[in-house]
């Protein structure tokens, strides 16, 4: 079974840049696409980005297009989650999820722990 470990998370200045990481344990990423979602203090869990298996194309939510990278490593055992210029309303309980390829966004049924960013002066 997929275990799913995010870190990376941190308070940081706006304007600053920070990486998360999602670790696999148990198993790879293979044959699964991987997606970073978030969820801001009392408001409810957003989609942030995605990146399918084969091919790997990538599609972010539109507040953070341009800012935002998500990547997968070669051997499929981390996802990250490259992030650029951030905000103050870019901070949320950050969690990466899985599901199976060709399968749609609400499929997304394993989820990590979460790892908290926090975007404030």
């Known amino acids: 079974q997929l275990q799913l470990i995010e870190s990376g998370g941190g308070l940081v200045q706006p304007g600053a840049s920070l990486t998360l990481s999602c670790a696999a344990s148990?198993?790879?990423?293979?044959?699964?696409?991987v997606a970073w979602y978030r969820q801001p203090p009392g408001k409810e869990r957003e989609f942030v980005a995605q990146?399918?298996?084969?091919?790997?194309?990538?599609f972010y939510t539109e507040s953070v297009r341009g800012r935002f990278t998500i990547s997968r490593d070669s051997a499929e055992k981390t996802v990250y989650l490259q992030m650029n210029s951030l905000k103050p309303e870019d901070t949320a309980l950050y969690f990466c999820a899985t599901k199976r390829k060709f399968t749609p966004s609400f499929a997304y049924d394993n989820w990590g722990q979460g790892t908290q960013v926090t975007v404030s002066s």
């Open positions: 990146i399918r298996y084969n091919p790997h194309s990538t």
């Open positions: 148990g198993r790879t990423f293979s044959n699964l696409d």
